[in-house]
């Protein structure tokens, strides 16, 4: 059975989480032959002030402005 676990910046919709879990779950079916109702997904939200690339924030990472700002009218 397996169990992803999924980090990703808090404000995906529930469809791009729907389609993403669907997609992982296609592929643990076709690259690990698992019965798809025992492929188990968890999904973690982080937000940009608690995730740091290359020692930066997120959330104080110029080069990772449109990313942040895309989802911060959802936090």
Request: charged share 30%.
């Amino acid at each position: 059975m397996p169990n992803i676990t999924v980090e990703l910046l808090r404000g995906r919709s529930v469809d791009q989480r729907r389609a993403f879990a669907k997609a992982v779950a296609d592929s643990a079916v076709e690259l690990l032959g698992a019965r798809r109702e025992d492929v188990r997904m968890v999904f973690h939200e982080i937000t940009p002030d608690i995730v740091a690339n290359g020692g930066v924030l997120a959330s104080e990472d110029d080069s990772r402005s449109g990313v942040v700002s895309a989802f911060a009218d959802d936090a």
